[in-house]
């Protein structure tokens, strides 16, 4: 692992990218409305807390995804004639989201009973990873 490869600018708008994805697709006017139904909850979401450390906590994951996959996307162009490229970079977020982040959280999904909730959540984290893939393989 070499930290040193690790571009900290595309890794800071990586994360700014993710809460932009985020509300994006959370928002009341997309998915947010059945996410919400599909994991349980009732009532006014805005009652339910979700203050300063859901926040921090949220931009501290998205900071550790990014300088992780910064990694990888380095070592997956490393392996490429073409060394880190776009496609490189969005094939690595893809591969990411395949291989860990969809069937982890299918795994926890499947025993909460809420497979509706995972299409909406591993939707939005595959697109978070492809576009977190796409700025570090485009931004060397």
């Known amino acids: 692992m070499d930290f040193a ?3 900290w600018l595309a890794v800071l708008a990586c994360v700014v990218a993710a809460m932009v994805i985020g509300s994006f697709w959370y928002n009341p006017k997309t998915f947010f409305p059945t996410w919400w139904k599909a994991i349980g909850k ?8 979700g203050g300063a450390m859901t926040w921090g ?4 994951a ?5 300088i992780f996959m910064s990694l990888f996307v380095t070592a997956m162009g490393s392996m ?4 880190v490229t776009l496609v490189s970079g969005m094939t690595a977020g893809f591969l990411l989201w395949l291989g860990f982040v969809a069937p982890s959280s299918l795994t926890n999904k499947l025993f909460a009973g ?7 959540e591993v939707g939005g984290h595959l697109v978070t990873f492809v576009v977190m893939g796409a700025i ?4 060397r």
């Open 136 to 139: 570090l393989g485009l931004w």
């Open 5 to 7: 490869s690790i571009n």
């Open 57 to 60: 906590l949220t931009i501290l």
């Open 114 to 120: 809420q497979m509706k909730a995972w299409f909406i």
């Open 62 to 66: 998205a900071l550790v995804q990014a």
């Open 80 to 83: 490429n004639a073409g060394g």
């Open 42 to 49: 009732s009532g006014d979401p805005s009652m339910t807390g």
